[in-house]
């Protein structure tokens, strides 16, 4: 499978999983709200696929539905989130310039230009970002989230389906703003005071500086499996996705490798992001708009 299909699959199946499993859960648990994540579980899950749909508006040209209706239960999500999945295979099967850049109006009026690519990179980013603040909802309840890595998507069945060259020329930008945001922060975590490095929030792998060093270790590691030094190379060097890679589970794809490190570095830099949150301390923009902004993708008109 092209890691780009497996991004795009395994964002659709944790979205999925999540939500069935949260219908599960009392009122009480989906209705939590701390002052350091986006909100409560179900308004969490009513912005991912609401956000969803703006993106894709920005790429197939429909408008969204959402934003029309009040706030679904994780129930009734499942529906608009399966058709947003559909959407986003149907596009990647589709002629695709990353590069093309069109104009957009937000949702308070604002104009701007966006490369096509952004919304590619932005929906998986968006997804993991919102769902690592879920789980961290929910085991602060006492309640032990699904595994939903890439790992536990890599070890499922899957059917290949084509996708277009141009979908492929995507994974660059998807690499390149892991590598952006990680170096963002690690930037900014090096002037921290030794004491605020220490600083952690419940529900989150640990201290920032545990988070930081696991982050980035772990990079090196799937790296390593890959018998490549470093991302960029790695693109450059006309990989065999299908290929066996040995792991320390065993063997996996070397598309279920690259699919980890990036849910991987979005996963822990949410966590580092709730930890500062926390702390009152200011951590940088990470998104992808600010990533595109950075490589001129986006630009206000």
Same mark, same amino acid.
């Given at each position: 499978m092209d890691p780009v299909l497996a991004l795009f699959r395994r964002n659709a199946w944790a979205t999925e999983q999540l939500l069935g499993f949260c219908? $599960?859960?009392?009122? &009480? !648990? =989906?209705? @939590?709200?701390d002052p350091d994540v986006y909100g409560s579980i179900e308004a969490t899950f009513n912005h991912i696929v609401s956000a969803e749909q703006r993106y894709l508006s920005r790429l197939d040209g429909a408008e969204p539905t959402l934003r029309d209706? #009040?706030? =679904? %239960?994780v129930a009734e999500l499942g529906g608009p989130a399966r058709d947003c999945a559909a959407r986003w295979e149907a596009l990647l099967a589709a002629p695709l310039q990353p590069e093309r850049e069109r104009e957009h109006q937000g949702q308070g009026g604002e104009r701007f230009r966006l490369a096509d690519?952004? +919304?590619? !990179?932005?929906? !998986?980013h968006h997804g993991d970002d919102h769902r690592t603040q879920v789980n961290t909802l929910l085991s602060r309840q006492g309640v032990e989230p699904p595994n939903l890595d890439g790992w536990a998507f890599g070890d499922l069945a899957h059917a290949s389906s084509e996708i277009s060259e141009g979908a492929r020329q995507l994974l660059p930008y998807f690499v390149g703003h892991h590598l952006w945001a990680t170096s963002r922060l690690m930037s900014w975590a090096v002037? =921290? &005071?030794?004491?605020?490095?220490q600083l952690? $929030?419940? +529900?989150?792998? +640990?201290?920032? &500086? /545990?988070?930081l060093e696991h982050l980035v270790f772990s990079d090196h590691t799937y790296l390593g499996w890959l018998e490549q030094q470093d991302w960029r190379?790695?693109?450059s060097a006309g990989m065999d996705w299908e290929a066996q890679i040995g792991d320390d589970r065993g063997r996996s794809p070397a598309w279920a490798v690259a699919l980890q490190a990036i849910h991987h570095g979005n996963?822990? @830099?949410?966590? $580092? #992001?709730? !930890?500062?949150?926390?702390?009152?301390? /200011?951590?940088?923009? =990470?998104?992808?708009? %600010?990533?595109?902004a950075a490589e001129g993708g986006y630009s206000e008109l």
């Amino acid at each position: 499978m092209d890691p780009v299909l497996a991004l795009f699959r395994r964002n659709a199946w944790a979205t999925e999983q999540l939500l069935g499993f949260c219908a $599960a859960q009392p009122p &009480e !648990v =989906l209705q @939590r709200a701390d002052p350091d994540v986006y909100g409560s579980i179900e308004a969490t899950f009513n912005h991912i696929v609401s956000a969803e749909q703006r993106y894709l508006s920005r790429l197939d040209g429909a408008e969204p539905t959402l934003r029309d209706r #009040g706030p =679904l %239960s994780v129930a009734e999500l499942g529906g608009p989130a399966r058709d947003c999945a559909a959407r986003w295979e149907a596009l990647l099967a589709a002629p695709l310039q990353p590069e093309r850049e069109r104009e957009h109006q937000g949702q308070g009026g604002e104009r701007f230009r966006l490369a096509d690519w952004h +919304g590619f !990179v932005q929906v !998986v980013h968006h997804g993991d970002d919102h769902r690592t603040q879920v789980n961290t909802l929910l085991s602060r309840q006492g309640v032990e989230p699904p595994n939903l890595d890439g790992w536990a998507f890599g070890d499922l069945a899957h059917a290949s389906s084509e996708i277009s060259e141009g979908a492929r020329q995507l994974l660059p930008y998807f690499v390149g703003h892991h590598l952006w945001a990680t170096s963002r922060l690690m930037s900014w975590a090096v002037r =921290l &005071e030794d004491e605020q490095a220490q600083l952690t $929030a419940p +529900g989150t792998y +640990g201290t920032l &500086e /545990k988070t930081l060093e696991h982050l980035v270790f772990s990079d090196h590691t799937y790296l390593g499996w890959l018998e490549q030094q470093d991302w960029r190379t790695c693109l450059s060097a006309g990989m065999d996705w299908e290929a066996q890679i040995g792991d320390d589970r065993g063997r996996s794809p070397a598309w279920a490798v690259a699919l980890q490190a990036i849910h991987h570095g979005n996963d822990h @830099r949410t966590h $580092a #992001g709730t !930890v500062a949150l926390a702390n009152d301390l /200011k951590a940088p923009d =990470l998104d992808v708009w %600010s990533y595109a902004a950075a490589e001129g993708g986006y630009s206000e008109l």
